[in-house]
């Protein structure tokens, strides 16, 4: 067996040791992302630890605390028990989204109401709406109306008499008519 090169040797122990470097790295932002109860996922820790994602993917073991770590929920420095996991914050923020939908839908509608309430009350100060008299105003169409109906109905029956009174005027003339063509009596 031939002596490993002097060189290649070197290479190799730099490696391991740059290997042992980054696992440290990892495994400190690990810890640090569980005290202060930051997140903990694939891309926040390497980021966090300064290498590249690819190197956890190639250290099982590490991307397996990575992962365990991200399944707990976080606690909360002090010791007061969990923090808010993500899955809770995102269930939080779907909750909070459709309460916003539920209160901008009610806005709308009052905000509806409000502006045709208003626009009656100004409809009804500017005169030219209908207003408080607008029951009153109806009454005296309708019996207006109806006074219409009656005077129409009594023209008509004058208007028969009339023309009843004609007839029969022109029926005495005619023999008043015929009554002057005859002779005297001598």
Do not use: C
Not at 61 to 75: K, S, Y
Not at 98 to 113: D, K, M, P, Y
Request: aromatic share 2%; hydrophobic share 40%; glycine share 6%.
């Amino acid at each position: 067996m031939t002596a490993p090169d002097p060189t290649v040797q070197a290479m190799i122990e730099g490696r391991r040791a740059d290997t042992s470097r980054r696992r440290q790295r990892v495994l400190a932002a690990l810890a640090q992302a569980a005290k202060d109860g930051s997140e903990t996922s694939v891309t926040a820790i390497a980021r966090r630890a300064g290498v590249d994602r690819t190197f956890l993917y190639r250290h099982r073991d590490l991307l397996g605390h990575v992962h365990a770590q991200a399944a707990e929920p976080p606690t909360v420095s002090g010791g007061r028990g969990p923090a808010v996991s993500r899955a809770s914050l995102q269930a939080d923020l779907l909750a909070a989204d459709a309460r916003t939908a539920r209160l901008a839908s009610q806005v709308r509608r009052l905000e509806a109401r409000l502006s045709q309430a208003l626009g009656e009350e100004v409809w009804r100060e500017s005169g030219i709406g209908g207003g408080d008299y607008t029951e009153q105003l109806k009454v005296r169409i309708t019996t207006l109306e109806q006074q219409v109906v009656d005077l129409e109905l009594k023209l008509q029956d004058q208007g028969d008499d009339l023309t009843a009174a004609r007839a029969a005027n022109r029926e005495l003339m005619a023999q008043m008519n015929r009554h002057s063509e005859r002779p005297l009596p001598t």
